[in-house]
């Protein structure tokens, strides 16, 4: 009979979870497969955990999908663990990764180095490790919303943008939650995140008054206008955070 699931496999399932768009989580899946052979574990064992994980989330219900039914006690303290501390977790999960792999880095990816600038070293740590975590966000984001604009639609990767609801300098535990991101395109970033543009806890787009002064604009007509008041795309997994959505109507928003 095959071990229990041990937390760093449950960890290492979770961080494919939010790899993967929902409809791959089977066993054919060159990724499941990836994984199976790093656990030692059976394709079909590491697409049925991933189901497990959709039961587990409320948010998932919200999008009519239920998951399965076997869920293990700590199949959901691995989930709580996630869901108060996404970043942590995430990472320590990237860097279990790379150990199960033989492919441990030279550099930490959680490294906390304060800038000297008498030492360029450390700046370039810094500097790595911000890069590398910001890979990660645009990945998981992506793949949330199924490598598309969650307004527009458009899937020409470098046109898009994962946009952070609460920026990435003001909240430091949820720099890498997908809750905490939308995939935008371009120009609709910026719009974001200058806060002439927000959605409400509808998923609905909401105009700022500043907008307006541009309404006479061909580029306004054509590109902009026909986004007020529509409901956004709907991400796969990780439905953008009330908290988060909250503090950008506050914040950042120019109402």
């Known amino acids: 009979m095959r ?5 760093d496999e449950l960890i290492l399932a979770f961080n494919l979870y939010c790899k993967l768009p929902y409809g791959q989580f089977n066993n054919r899946n060159a990724e499941v497969k990836k994984l199976a052979e790093i656990l030692g574990r059976s394709s079909g064992a590491i697409a049925y955990k991933l189901v497990n994980f959709v039961s587990l989330d409320p948010k998932q219900k919200l999008l009519g999908r239920k ?29 279990l990764l790379e150990q199960k792999t033989n492919d441990i880095k030279d550099i930490p990816i959680d490294v906390e180095i304060k800038i000297d600038e008498t030492k360029n070293g450390e ?36 046109l898009l943008i994962a946009s952070h609801i ?32 927000s959605i409400n806890k509808d998923f609905e787009v909401i105009f700022s008054n500043k907008l ?11 590109e902009i206008k026909r986004f007020e008041n529509i409901r956004m795309n709907l991400p796969i997994k990780f439905l953008p955070g009330d908290e988060f959505i909250e503090y950008h109507n506050d914040v950042i928003f120019q109402k």
């Open 3 to 7: 071990n229990n699931w041990t937390r």
């Open 67 to 95: 998951g399965a039914t076997n869920i293990g006690k700590l199949d959901k303290e691995v989930f709580v663990e996630f869901t108060q501390n996404f970043d942590e977790l995430f990472v320590e999960s990237e860097k």
């Open 123 to 158: 700046n370039i740590i810094r500097v790595t490790t911000a890069r590398k975590n910001q890979d990660y966000f645009r990945s998981i984001v992506l793949s949330n919303y199924t490598f598309g604009c969650a307004l527009t639609g458009i899937t020409i990767p470098e």
């Open 166 to 197: 609460k920026p990435w300098s003001k909240d430091e535990k949820n720099r890498l939650n997908p809750a905490n991101g939308i995939c935008l395109s371009a120009t609709l970033d910026r719009a974001f995140d200058k806060g002439l543009i």
């Open 212 to 222: 307006t002064r541009y309404s006479k604009e061909g580029f306004f007509e054509t």
